[in-house]
């Protein structure tokens, strides 16, 4: 089987293997004990901590470890939420852990904003200067879109908000970007970043969130008051540690130029009259591919018998019909049915490339003949 949606997940390091042995049944102890034992677990955590500041390029804050990118994006927002006259805003490219917790704001009477995209996928910078006054409390921005890979320009974005409202809370919703293509948070005005383990190689069930200044957020849960009380509840020890080994084991930029190289091997042999990708120039990682006269589900179900796993865009939403982000684009209806979205992981090698292309190919020319006869 070749894995053409590692957007959506990917296969774990065996590495992490050991490690949830090491730390699930030698090191087990609770983090929040007051034991030698526990306190070594407690500096783990730190450490781990410490070195995804590192890896995010921030020079000051904390990092809280969540369950999933949902519950980082989570409290995110609703812990930025306040009371008074004050306006959210978000764009129309984001994952539905952001998108839909913006739809409730909007039916509980807040003043949402939802700002539309630009041709090549990414916010359009003159839309959102058009909202931002000084009564936004949030802006909450994706760095790369896990439909098309498009890549937000966070420094545009940080101007705007330090000269329109630099009280304003800034959230980045970072998925598909940490580990994955190199940036640095320093300099930006980001307040708020999430990442998640199992889009990189990690185990499923642990995350991560970027606090700038713990005072700015309010924690979601009351509970024991771990993690600086804004995450109350006991670490998932051994998957963070997990996360680590695979944040450990990544080497972004040798990886990012492996990616380029297998998506233009991949690219080259799918040299079919009908087919087609749609580069929007962003993250290498990630591309849609549009079959002209087949539905993209159809092409999903029939290359998945054949060996070769794609995606139809999000995984959370890719059960609903039609594509809400390809749509803000401007994608047509007919277009966006015939699309579906492949992504890579720098594991992958070259021959998998050639022949995952050649059985699209393949695969495409098949069911076409069978639709036009
Ligand atoms: N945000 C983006 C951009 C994503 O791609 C995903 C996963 O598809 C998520 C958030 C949610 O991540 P998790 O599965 O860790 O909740």
Redesign the pocket.
């Known amino acids: 089987m070749i894995f053409l949606d590692n ?2 997940t990917t296969k774990m390091f065996e590495q992490c293997l050991e490690v949830h042995k090491e730390f699930s049944c030698e090191d087990f102890f609770n983090p929040s004990a007051v034991s030698i034992k526990s306190m070594n677990v407690f500096k783990q955590i730190s450490e781990t901590e410490k070195l995804f500041l590192k890896k995010l390029g921030a020079s000051e804050g904390n990092v809280l470890f969540t369950s ?3 519950e980082s ?1 989570n409290l995110a927002i609703k812990g930025s939420l306040r009371a008074g006259n004050l306006e959210y805003v978000f764009s129309c490219g984001e ?1 539905p ?1 952001v998108y839909n917790v913006a739809k409730q704001m909007e039916l509980e009477g807040k003043i949402v904003h939802f700002v539309p995209l630009a041709k090549d996928g990414t916010v359009d910078l003159q839309k959102l200067e058009s909202v931002l006054n000084e009564r936004t409390r949030l802006i909450s921005i ?1 760095h790369v879109s ?1 439909e098309t890979g498009a890549i937000n320009d966070l420094k545009k974005i940080s101007t705007l908000k330090n000269k329109l409202c630099p009280k304003a809370i800034f959230h980045v ?1 970072g ?2 970007a940490f580990m994955k293509i190199p940036f640095s948070l320093r300099g930006l005005a980001v307040d708020l970043y ?1 990442f ?1 383990a ?2 990189i190689h990690g185990p499923k069930g642990v ?1 991560g969130l970027y606090v700038k200044n713990k005072n700015s957020l309010k924690e979601l849960f009351q509970g024991g008051g771990q993690q600086y009380g804004l995450r109350s509840g006991t670490e998932n020890v051994s998957g963070i540690m997990q996360f680590r080994k695979a944040v450990e084991l990544i080497d972004v930029s040798a990886n990012l130029e492996k990616v380029k190289n297998l998506k233009a091997i991949f690219n080259s042999g799918l040299a079919v009259p009908g087919i087609e990708v749609l580069d929007f120039g962003g993250s290498p990682y990630i591309e849609c591919i549009k079959f002209a006269g087949v539905k993209g589900e159809t092409m999903l179900h029939a290359l998945e018998e054949n060996g070769v796993v794609v995606g139809l865009g ?3 939403s890719s059960k609903k019909a039609g594509n809400r982000i390809l749509e803000n684009i401007g994608f047509s209806k007919e277009d966006i049915i015939s699309t579906v979205r492949v992504s890579f992981n720098a594991y992958q090698s070259n021959e998998e490339m050639s022949l995952a292309a050649k059985i699209i190919c393949e695969t495409y020319k098949n069911i076409k003949e069978r639709v036009t006869k």
């Open positions: 957007a959506g999933c990118a949902t994006n994952h852990s994706m896990n919703d998925v598909q999430s998640s199992h889009k995350a999000s995984a959370c």
